[in-house]
Each structure stands twice: as C-alpha cells, then as structure tokens.
C-alpha cells in the first residue's frame, strides 16, 4: 500500500522519527496526531524500508480492553496478522 505511507514520506516531522529510531532512539513521542492517524504512522514505520531490522514487530498499549477490540479492528485495514491479548489478573488463584 504505498499510496498510504507516501505522503507521509514527504512530511518532515515523519522524517524526524525515522531518523531518530535510525539512530537507536527506541523510545519516541509523536504528539499532536489526531486518533485516525496513529495507526496510520505505526503502519507506515513498519513498512519503513531503512527500519526493516527494527520495526518487525508492534506493540499496542492502551488503556482498556474495548479501546483494545477496537484498535484491532482499525488496525486489520493495514495488517490482517492482528493479535489481541487480552487483559489478565495478576493474581492466578482465588482469593479468598
């Protein structure tokens, strides 16, 4: 889907998280995104030809297993492969 990522390509703030992920900054902030967008970015990384090596697999964290379900279901636009692991206690047995 390269119609997709290369209008990103051309913006000069996208630009600037590939090159600091380039340069082994592995924790970036991209703020200012509206809620369409991120997933957007997260797919166009991934398919970043200079990030093959590091960006092989995403890991979504939210805060709540339906924003979770939905994220999955956005994201299946751009990959079929989508996991959700759900939510689970901290505690394994009952406690009484």
Request: glycine share 2%; with cysteine; hydrophobic share 40%.
């Amino acid at each position: 889907m390269p119609t997709l990522t290369a209008p990103l390509k051309e913006s000069e703030n996208y630009n600037k998280i590939v090159e600091a992920l380039q340069n082994g900054s592995f924790s970036v902030l991209a703020e200012g995104c509206a809620e369409a967008q991120k997933l957007h970015m997260i797919y166009s990384l991934y398919r970043e030809s200079s990030l093959s090596a590091l960006a092989r697999f995403r890991l979504i964290v939210t805060y709540s297993d339906q924003r979770a379900r939905e994220i999955k279901e956005a994201f299946r636009f751009y990959d079929k492969n989508t996991v959700l692991f759900p939510a689970k206690d901290l505690i394994f047995y009952q406690a009484d």
